[in-house]
């Protein structure tokens, strides 16, 4: 399911994926994300990348990114942690 996922060129290796995936399958190989195939598909890596620079395929190129607006990186953070 997460095959198309990729890291573009925006990446600055901050982790923020890697922290608010809830599955564990981000890790950072070479300063840029990779999927481990466990993916549960919840796109927050999309959403709350800074950069904007998660896209799945080629179609997320020219797609806003949204996320909740009273949902803030920490509360992100924190559920992750949590589960
Ligand atoms: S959140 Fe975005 S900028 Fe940060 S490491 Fe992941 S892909 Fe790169
Ligand atoms: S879509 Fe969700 S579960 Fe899949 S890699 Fe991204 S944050 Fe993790």
């Given at each position: 399911?997460?095959?198309?996922?990729?890291?573009?060129?925006?990446?600055?290796?901050?982790?923020?994926?890697?922290?608010?995936?809830?599955?564990?399958?981000?890790?950072?190989?070479?300063?840029?994300?990779?999927?481990?195939?466990?993916?549960?598909?919840?796109?927050?890596?999309?959403q709350?990348?800074?950069?904007?620079?998660?896209?799945?395929?080629?179609?997320?190129?020219?797609?806003?990114?949204?996320?909740?607006?009273?949902?803030?990186l920490?509360?992100?953070?924190?559920?992750?942690?949590a589960?």
């Open positions: 399911m997460d095959k198309k996922f990729w890291g573009d060129d925006k990446c600055n290796g901050c982790e923020i994926c890697l922290k608010v995936c809830p599955a564990g399958n981000i890790e950072m190989k070479n300063e840029k994300p990779s999927w481990l195939h466990r993916c549960e598909q919840c796109l927050a890596c999309i709350w990348c800074p950069q904007e620079a998660i896209q799945y395929g080629k179609k997320t190129i020219k797609y806003q990114r949204y996320h909740h607006p009273e949902i803030s920490k509360n992100m953070l924190e559920q992750a942690n589960s």
